[in-house]
């Protein structure tokens, strides 16, 4: 299974981005979705999820700009992030919960990171 990230740059203070991530492989189903963040010298935090039927949880610090969505025939993931901070800045990793085909699982899987800064 991979998980390809898509979308980090370097955006000014207020601006807007979009992250994408698509799954491939021996994939059976895909429970749980999201996004995770680390900036430097910070442990990775949660940023947002969202499970199959579409059920999301966001952290305090992105509520109300964040917003996660998902494409479950394409098993792809999206974060769109408006009013952009400086705070924000760090590099975005996809995860998701896969159950594979024979059965096998559910196991974590990791995409690579992608970075976003946020930036004058």
């Known amino acids: 299974v991979q998980l390809v990230e898509s979308g980090g740059g370097l955006v000014q203070p207020g601006g807007s981005l979009r992250l994408s991530c698509a799954a491939s492989g021996n994939i059976f189903s895909i429970n749980v979705m999201g996004w995770y963040r680390q900036a430097p010298g910070k442990e990775r935090e949660l940023v947002a999820s969202i499970t199959r039927g579409g059920s999301t949880t966001y952290a305090d610090s992105v509520k109300g700009r964040f917003t996660i969505s998902n494409d479950n025939a394409e098993d792809t993931v999206y974060l769109q992030m408006n009013s952009l901070i400086p705070e924000d800045t760090a590099v975005y990793y996809c995860?998701?919960?896969?159950?594979?085909?024979?059965?096998?699982?559910?196991?974590?899987?990791w995409g690579q990171g992608t970075q976003v800064t946020v930036s004058s």
């Open positions: 995860n998701a919960n896969i159950r594979l085909l024979k059965g096998w699982g559910p196991y974590e899987y």
